[in-house]
T-cell receptor, first 111, second 116 residues
Framework: EDKVVQSPLSLVVHEGDTVTLNCSYE??????LLWYKQEKKAPTFLFML????IEKKSGRLSSILDKKELSSILNITATQTGDSAIYLC???????????FGAGTRLFVKA | DGGITQSPKYLFRKEGQNVTLSCEQN?????MYWYRQDPGQGLRLIYY???????QKGDIAEGYSVSREKKESFPLTVTSAQKNPTAFYLC???????????????FGPGTRLTVT
């Protein structure tokens, strides 16, 4: 059965810290891995990683896909209180109609 | 503006009543999805539809029903058979992104249902 596992489930850091969120997956015919940020309501899209795009960066956020280890990390540098959210990892399979979500990592950044 | 709308934002119902959650999109996406989110459990797929007049059960379909009579609309009914209906419900649509063959999901703002 396809699955996505995220760790840690929750994390508390201080402003300015750097954090690394982990995501591992077992998906038949893997096609892409997606990261979302969720703050109280709908998840908002952060990154999509595929075989042709294994590293993405946007401002203080960056993500890498390791297809050999079937995993991805999401890095946030110089964290701010506005980074407090649930970060969701999800995968998509070729020929599949479903996106498989992990349970999420709840990040809390203290001022 | 293109997007997905869900209504209402908050919904309260008594146990034993059926309730229908609305989801409308004007993105012209074929595929639409309903997820349920409980604390610490991420998103769990209830139903999905790849095309009008067709839909498939997801991982936790029991106690729920859907219809897809129009491309733009994918309402979800939470029936009295659903044992723990209190949750946050998210509707989404999906479209192919770029040339990689991968898909990107767009989410509505969600409906928080409380059943007492």
């Amino acid at each position: 059965e396809d699955k996505v596992v995220q760790s840690p489930l929750s994390l508390v850091v201080h402003e300015g810290d750097t954090v690394t969120l982990n995501c591992s997956y077992e998906v038949t015919n893997f096609r892409s891995l997606l990261w979302y940020k969720q703050e109280k309501k709908a998840p908002t899209f952060l990154f999509m990683l595929t075989s042709s795009g294994i590293e993405k960066k946007s401002g203080r956020l960056s993500s890498i896909l390791d297809k050999k280890e079937l995993s991805s990390i999401l890095n946030i540098t110089a964290t701010q209180t506005g980074d407090s959210a649930i970060y969701l990892c999800a995968t998509d399979a070729a020929g599949g109609f479903k996106t498989i979500f992990g349970a999420g990592t709840r990040l809390f950044v203290k001022a | 503006d293109g997007g997905i709308t869900q209504s209402p934002k908050y919904l309260f119902r008594k146990e034993g009543q059926n309730v229908t959650l609305s989801c409308e999109q004007n993105l012209n996406h074929d595929a639409m999805y309903w997820y349920r989110q409980d604390p610490g459990q991420g998103l769990r797929l209830i139903y999905y539809s790849q095309i009008v007049n067709d839909f498939q059960k997801g991982d936790i379909a029991e106690g729920y029903s859907v219809s897809r009579e129009k491309k733009e609309s994918f309402p979800l009914t939470v029936t009295s058979a659903q044992k723990n209906p209190t949750a946050f419900y998210l509707c989404a649509s999906r479209i192919r992104a770029g040339t990689s063959g991968a898909y990107e999901q767009y989410f509505g703002p969600g409906t928080r249902l409380t059943v007492t």
